[in-house]
């Protein structure tokens, strides 16, 4: 039997027992249970999360605010990128930072010697997850004064899977992959490397210690995300910083010239 | 590693549809759709699953997850084929413009419950 809810569909057509949604056609199962009653929902697992991302980026948009959702693995070096970032673009581009870590204020503390509003969100009080959600977000931009921000960067938690999946109403996105870590990871890892709008290849002042292919890392990202923008720097020595504060301030006037 | 989270939200969505006029209802079936793309493993997902629906409505639910393939399209040439190995550039034409129409599903499709 089956029972017709009023619920938003995104189930194409049934007809005997299969479902052809999109490009894919599937049995649901060979042995349906006897008096069992199906309703139908269709409905996305994540949209309670997809509706707070999409409050969050109305929200930014009516503040002016660019929001870089910044991503990595564990010590890939996003803090020390984003202490020496926020030196060389600040003040003219005004700047917050809302930094994910399960536990711990010591990313906060040091990217508020910055001078810019630093909030910090750990996870472990919302169960040690492993991404920051677009309500835990929102509430975060709630400490910030955002019509007077140009620029709000989410560090997010250390990562390569998880923070992928979740919109947090962010306008751009950047990996951070360090030479240390191996040249096939945005093969190992696609999701991440597929959503980012650029990479950041960090710590090139260890390549002469260290047996990294830097033209087998980049061919790994381009299979992955071909055209990708790759910015090879060391965060630590500076080395390399000009490009991608070019493209990252280019990014902030784009959005801000299009309001 | 965030399936715990996503696990809540399908109880979530499975519990809200149980129409209202079914008196202590017992779900069988749960029917999801997951694409290959989307970061979620679905054996971590079961166990939580079956953890978060002890003594609900849920408790014992078979999870059903149908692994949706990642299929891109050429915006180039137009072609469509299935990606097996994260390589996502056209293997007509090897343009990059490639779109992703298939592959990032994370749905509920539908709960079966006992009569």
Redesign the interface.
């Known amino acids: 039997?089956i029972?017709e809810?009023e619920?938003p569909k995104?189930?194409a057509s049934r007809s005997s027992g299969m479902?052809c949604?999109?490009?894919?056609v599937?049995l649901?199962?060979t042995v349906?249970?006897e008096?069992?009653?199906?309703?139908?929902?269709?409905?996305?697992?994540?949209?309670?999360?997809d509706a707070h991302a999409r409050q969050n980026r109305e929200r930014f948009a009516a503040a002016g605010v660019f929001v870089l959702n910044m991503m990595s693995s564990p010590g890939s070096g996003k803090t020390t990128l984003l202490e020496k970032t926020l030196v060389r673009i600040m003040p003219e581009i005004r700047c917050g930072v809302i930094v994910g870590d399960i536990c711990t204020t010591n990313d906060a503390d040091r990217l508020a010697r910055s001078g810019a509003p630093v909030t910090q969100v750990n996870t472990d009080a919302f169960?040690g997850?492993?991404?920051l959600?677009a309500h835990v977000i929102g509430r975060a931009a709630d400490g910030f004064d955002l019509e007077n921000l140009d620029l709000l960067i989410v560090e997010n938690i250390g990562?390569l899977?998880?923070p992928?999946?979740?919109d947090i109403g962010e306008n751009g996105r950047t990996v951070v992959l360090s030479v240390t870590e191996g040249e096939d990871k945005p093969?190992k890892y696609?999701?991440m490397f597929?959503k980012c709008d650029s990479a950041v290849l960090n710590k090139i002042d260890l390549l002469p210690y260290l047996d990294f292919d830097m033209a087998a890392a980049e061919g790994f990202i381009?299979?992955?995300?071909?055209?990708m923008p790759i910015f090879q720097l060391s965060a630590k020595t500076e080395a390399g910083m000009g490009p991608w504060l070019n493209w990252l301030t280019t990014q902030v006037a784009e959005s801000r010239s299009a309001r | 590693m965030h399936e715990m989270g996503i696990a809540m939200q399908v109880v979530e969505i499975a519990a809200a549809s149980v129409p209202a006029h079914i008196q202590s209802p017992r779900v069988e079936q749960v029917n999801l759709k997951i694409g290959k793309l989307s970061s979620v493993v679905p054996d971590s997902l079961r166990f939580c699953f079956e953890v978060i629906t002890k003594d609900t409505p849920l408790e014992g639910a078979v999870l059903n997850i149908e692994v949706a393939p990642v299929v891109a399209r050429c915006r180039d040439c137009g072609v469509e084929w299935t990606i097996e190995d994260a390589v996502f550039r056209c293997k007509e034409c090897s343009s990059g413009s490639v779109e992703v129409i298939s592959g990032r599903e994370l749905d509920i499709i539908s709960i079966e419950i006992a009569d």
């Open positions: 039997m029972y809810t619920l995104t189930v479902i949604a999109g490009v894919s599937f649901f199962k349906k249970e008096n069992a009653m199906e309703v139908e929902i269709g409905r996305k697992v994540l949209e309670t999360n169960g997850d492993c991404h959600a990562n899977v998880c992928a999946e979740f093969a696609p999701h597929r381009h299979q992955v995300h071909p055209d």
